[in-house]
């Protein structure tokens, strides 16, 4: 089946911090890979996504390149902010038969940055 | 309109309660979803409605009770609760394919006493 596996947290950085999370996946065909930003008390946020192997997603100054050669798609910040202390969720979704873009996420990464 | 509203965002009810939490999008999504999200733990697909109609059903007790009444109202009915179903409840739409993301809510805190 599907799967996200995420590094480990919590990550704790300075600011101005260059940031990397992990993020490797497991999946049949073809997925999309997505990740997700929680600030606390709020919901799930849609930082960035790539559809097709080679895509670079990028928002807010994040970044990530799908891989497939090495089923990966680590998330990277050159520059982290106080702002940016959230939970962090990659995801996949693959359509086959009625998963209806069914997201599967990794465990999250709890990243918090001190000024 | 890109944002998807849930109401209430805090709910506190007792064991024999019966409450209901709104979920609203006018994206047009097509597909909808509740999840079920614990503390510094991803959120767990609970059901996803297609087109207005139920489509998965991830093994949620029946004391879940979805709903969806048209194509940008979604409900989730509460009966007879346990403690351990205190949670944040997430809704989210989407197109319904593999390449676009999810739009969520802000969730609904739900306190079981």
């Known amino acids: 089946g599907n799967s996200v596996t995420q590094m480990e947290g919590p990550v704790t950085l300075s600011e101005e911090a260059f940031l990397t999370i992990n993020c490797t996946y497991t999946a049949t065909g073809y997925p999309s890979l997505f990740w997700y930003v929680q600030y606390p008390g709020e919901g799930l946020q849609l930082l960035l996504k790539a559809t097709k192997a080679d895509d670079k997603g990028s928002n807010k100054g994040f970044e990530a390149t799908y891989r497939k050669e090495t089923t990966s798609f680590h998330l990277e910040k050159g520059s982290v902010q106080v702002s940016d202390s959230a939970v962090y969720f990659c995801?996949?979704?693959?359509?086959?038969?009625?998963?209806?873009?069914?997201?599967?996420f990794g465990q999250g990464t709890i990243l918090t940055v001190h000024p | 309109d890109t944002e998807v509203t849930q109401t209430p965002k805090h709910l506190v009810m007792g064991m024999t309660n019966k409450k209901s939490l709104k979920c609203e999008q006018h994206m047009g999504h097509r597909a909808m979803y509740w999840y079920k999200q614990k503390a510094k733990k991803p959120p767990e697909l609970m059901f996803v409605?297609?087109?207005?109609?139920?489509?998965i059903n991830e093994s949620v007790p029946s004391r879940f009770s979805p709903e969806c009444p048209n194509s940008s109202l979604l409900n989730l009915h509460l009966h007879a609760l346990q403690p351990e179903d205190s949670a944040l409840y997430l809704c989210?739409?989407?197109?319904?394919?593999?390449?676009?993301?999810?739009?969520f809510g802000s969730g609904t805190r739900l306190t079981v006493v």
């Open positions: 995801a996949l979704s693959y359509a086959g038969g009625t998963s209806y873009g069914k997201l599967t």
């Open positions: 409605y297609s087109y207005e109609k139920l489509s």
């Open positions: 989210a739409s989407s197109l319904g394919s593999r390449d676009e993301g999810y739009t």
